[in-house]
């Protein structure tokens, strides 16, 4: 009898964390999808090479404040609009302060307009 309850025991065991462990992947490939959607967005790409490329990820983090302001909250604070895109790619290249306290971003006056509006058009892609 105890033979019995022990196998029927463990049987029960077995189904009830087979269970947690299916839903844990279906939770984790629902998370997954919209990286996936981002990656295969030419913005996307482009700025992010350009980003890892040059001197950014000094001074700015994806979801933390560094030096400067994280790139989500630059996203969140824009509109993905031609002008904003524009306006902060000038930025970029320009440099300034102000915008985001006391601490000036340096001028990166080797980029092209093209490829700091790249840039900018993968920061605000990162927007939650």
Known sequence: MRKILCTLSAAVLLVACGGGETKKESTETTTAAPENKLSDNPDYSKGLALVAGSDCLTCHKVAEKNIGPAYQDVAAKYENTDENIEMLAGKIIKGGSGNW??????AHAQLSQ????????????LKK
């Open 101 to 106: 306290g006391a601490i000036p971003m340096t």
């Open 114 to 125: 093209d490829d700091a509006e790249a840039m900018v058009k993968y920061i605000l892609l």
